[in-house]
């Protein structure tokens, strides 16, 4: 078993990841007009991908259709285009080391070394 691999992912768990996050959405915006930010949409995008895996390989097709399909809605609401793609990135060359002596040789006659 590899150590840094990720646990299953629990029913239990992302149901009350969604539910939870449904609820706060429904608590906040009561009242009031209000849109969820880019970064709840890619939150639910996760929850409901995993969710989605989570039954398509149980061989809950159907209901794995569903929750991909939920899954991509808040991808495509959360601007997701892609993973951050790499950037060649060019830093200048260091300069040469200098030394530098940089030690004060004078003490005031009344020092004190409290610290």
Same mark, same amino acid.
């Given at each position: 078993?590899?150590?840094?691999?990720?646990? %299953? *992912?629990?029913?239990?768990?992302?149901? %009350?990841?969604?539910?939870?996050? =449904? #609820?706060? #959405?429904? #608590?906040?915006? %009561?009242?009031?007009?209000?849109?969820?930010?880019?970064? &709840?949409?890619?939150?639910?995008?996760d929850?409901?991908? =995993?969710? &989605?895996? !989570?039954?398509?390989? =149980?061989?809950?097709?159907?209901? &794995?259709?569903?929750?991909?399909?939920?899954?991509?809605?808040? !991808?495509?609401?959360g601007?997701?285009?892609?993973?951050? !793609?790499?950037? %060649?990135?060019?830093?200048?060359?260091?300069? =040469?080391?200098?030394?530098? *002596?940089?030690?004060?040789?004078?003490?005031?006659? *009344?020092?004190?070394?409290?610290?």
């Open positions: 078993m590899n150590p840094t691999a990720a646990p %299953a *992912d629990s029913w239990l768990w992302l149901s %009350a990841d969604v539910l939870s996050a =449904r #609820v706060l #959405v429904w #608590v906040v915006s %009561a009242g009031r007009e209000a849109e969820l930010t880019p970064e &709840a949409h890619l939150f639910f995008f929850r409901y991908q =995993r969710l &989605a895996q !989570y039954h398509r390989v =149980r061989g809950r097709v159907g209901r &794995a259709q569903v929750l991909q399909a939920k899954a991509d809605e808040h !991808y495509h609401a601007g997701g285009d892609g993973p951050p !793609y790499a950037a %060649a990135m060019a830093m200048p060359r260091p300069p =040469r080391f200098i030394r530098t *002596d940089a030690v004060s040789r004078h003490r005031p006659s *009344d020092y004190d070394d409290a610290a």
